[in-house]
């Protein structure tokens, strides 16, 4: 049986972190960036974790 390959658009989008878990970026900070707060645009700035009910999910897409 083949070896199953890693989803290449999930690759770019989340890493893993020394404990397991998965970072993601947070959405928003593309454009229309004028009538956001600073704050909601500093927060988007942040990298976030994973929901653990997503997990599962990527981790497959990943390859792990």
Request: charged share 40%; hydrophobic share 30%; no cysteine.
């Amino acid at each position: 049986m083949p070896k199953m390959k890693s989803h290449s658009g999930t690759k770019k989008r989340f890493k893993l972190t020394g404990s397991g878990k998965i970072k993601r970026r947070r959405a928003g900070l593309r454009h229309i960036l004028t009538k956001k707060s600073k704050k909601r645009k500093l927060l988007a700035g942040h990298d976030a974790i994973v929901h653990k009910s997503d997990e599962k999910r990527i981790k497959h897409l990943l390859g792990k």
